[in-house]
């Protein structure tokens, strides 16, 4: 079974203070992973999608990276805007159906301090 | 602006009532899905749809049905068989382009409560 775990489950961070949150996966034909970022109350905001090991894509503060096992999300320099819920999803080999299923994990909880 | 229109934001069900959640696209997006969300679990797949008049159940399609009647619209009917519908649903779109499915785009979701 597909599973998608992110860590830490909650961060609180100084405005300014660089820090990274992991997604570690185990999926049969990893397809793509992708970032979102989650507001209270409003649905997910897709960020990166990546696709194969060594993989970097970046926008503003934030540059996500790939590896065989998980992918990072580095946040430099964070403003309290960036203040949000970011969660993880893998996209596996198609099923029998043909489509490729999508597991999320359960994020992170992001919150920056001014 | 294209997106995704989910109404309403707030719903609320009685017991033994049948409630539909309405989901609208304009991104010309072929693929369709309906996700719940609780505290401290990650997104679960309800019902997916990839072409107009053809859906399949998730992994969770227990007391939901749905209809694709069009391609901009997958509304959602929440049965009173389903005896915990308290949570906060969004539907998504993606694009489908042969062997990556292309990221799914969210609503802003609704939430559903029983009085």
């Known amino acids: 079974e597909d599973q998608v775990t992110q860590s830490p489950e909650a961060l609180r961070l100084q405005e300014g203070e660089s820090s990274s949150l992991n997604c570690s996966y185990t999926?049969?034909?990893?397809?793509?992973l992708f970032w979102y970022r989650q507001d209270p109350g409003k649905g997910p905001e897709f960020l990166f999608t990546?696709?194969?090991a060594g993989e970097e894509k970046e926008k503003e503060r934030l540059k996500a990276t790939l590896t065989k096992k998980e992918s990072f999300l580095h946040i430099t320099a964070p403003k309290p805007e960036d203040s949000a819920t970011y969660l993880c999803?893998?996209?596996?080999?198609?099923?029998?159906?043909?489509?490729?299923?999508?597991?999320f994990g359960t994020g992170t909880k992001l919150q920056v301090i001014p | 602006d294209g997106g995704i229109t989910q109404s309403p934001k707030y719903l609320f069900r009685k017991e033994g009532q049948n409630v539909t959640l309405s989901c609208e696209q304009n991104?010309?997006?072929?693929?369709m899905y309906w996700y719940r969300q609780d505290p401290g679990q990650g997104l679960r797949l309800i019902y997916y749809?990839?072409?107009?008049?053809?859906?399949q159940k998730g992994d969770i399609a227990e007391g939901y049905s749905v209809s694709r009647e069009k391609k901009e619209s997958f509304p959602l009917t929440v049965t009173s068989a389903q005896k915990n519908p308290t949570a906060f649903y969004l539907c998504?779109?993606?694009?489908?382009?042969?062997?990556?499915?292309?990221?799914?785009?969210f609503g802003d979701g609704t939430r559903l409560s029983i009085l």
């Open positions: 998504a779109s993606s694009t489908i382009q042969g062997a990556r499915n292309q990221p799914q785009h």
């Open positions: 999926v049969s034909g990893l397809r793509g």
């Open positions: 990546l696709y194969s």
């Open positions: 999803a893998v996209q596996a080999l198609l099923d029998s159906g043909g489509y490729q299923k999508v597991t």
């Open positions: 991104l010309n997006h072929d693929a």
């Open positions: 749809s990839q072409i107009v008049n053809d859906f």
